[in-house]
């Protein structure tokens, strides 16, 4: 199942979840350190069951969010869209990693992303060999 084939439903109630994650992580993010803050978003309220394909696939559901994070006005750089990625893979009960990596040369770069076993859920950007911390 495509994200296409997912239900009309299935895309509301996953396009409320991101927003609703997005409002949580933005406020956090702006009152508490980010080990504090990855640290309280893995540790859910409550647990969702897989609701349909979407859910199922962690890439799906990544992208999901990237695509409803595109057209929220605010701050939806690659730390935000990570933290929102992880909270609702974490509420699924998966257990990623958040990725912090940066370049200081020519001009300073950084970025983030969510991995699972090893594999980037969001792009890396060419970032791979930069990493300074897992979260």
Known sequence: MSPSDATLRERAWLVAEVLVTYGMVRWSVRRRDLPTVVAALRRPRRRLAARGALDADERRLAGAAVRVLERVPG??????????VLA???RRGRDVRLVLAARPAPTFAAHAWVERDGRPLLPTRDFDDARLAEL
Do not use: E, K, N
Request: include cysteine; glycine fraction near 0%; aromatic fraction near 0%.
């Open 75 to 84: 701050d939806s750089r690659c730390l935000t869209r990570s933290l929102v």
């Open 88 to 90: 609702m893979l974490a």
